[in-house]
């Protein structure tokens, strides 16, 4: 299996989903939506964003969260609700010490 970005967990596979989650901090912003990357939900009061089938990402506590599909080639990205319970702790979860 390849590298993985900083901050990135192996894959995990949700009920019909297998994805990967990283969570970027120290600054990093996301890019601002545009065509390719649009608001597709608020969960629980968090803009989501992504696109159609691969990715998804929000802030929260400073950190930008990613999902992406993967690693197999016919895995989706969870749609928003589907995330809730993901929004929520890197909502209320401490961050880890640096």
């Not at 990135?8 to 297998?18: D, F, G, L, R, V």
């Not at 989650?21 to 608020?42: F, I, K, Q, S």
């Not at 990613?66 to 979860?93: C, F, H, N």
Request: hydrophobic share 45%; glycine share 10%; with cysteine.
């Amino acid at each position: 299996m390849g590298a993985y970005a900083p901050g990135a967990c192996p894959p995990a596979e949700m009920e019909q989903h297998s994805i990967v989650v990283a969570a970027l901090g120290d600054g990093c912003r996301a890019e601002a939506p545009g065509e390719r990357w649009r608001e597709l939900a608020a969960v629980d009061g968090v803009s989501v964003y992504g696109d159609e089938n691969l990715w998804r990402f929000w802030q929260a506590q400073g950190f930008v969260f990613w999902v992406q599909a993967g690693p197999r080639s016919d895995s989706m990205a969870p749609a928003p609700a589907e995330l809730r319970e993901l929004l929520r702790a890197s909502k209320t979860l401490a961050p880890p010490s640096r």
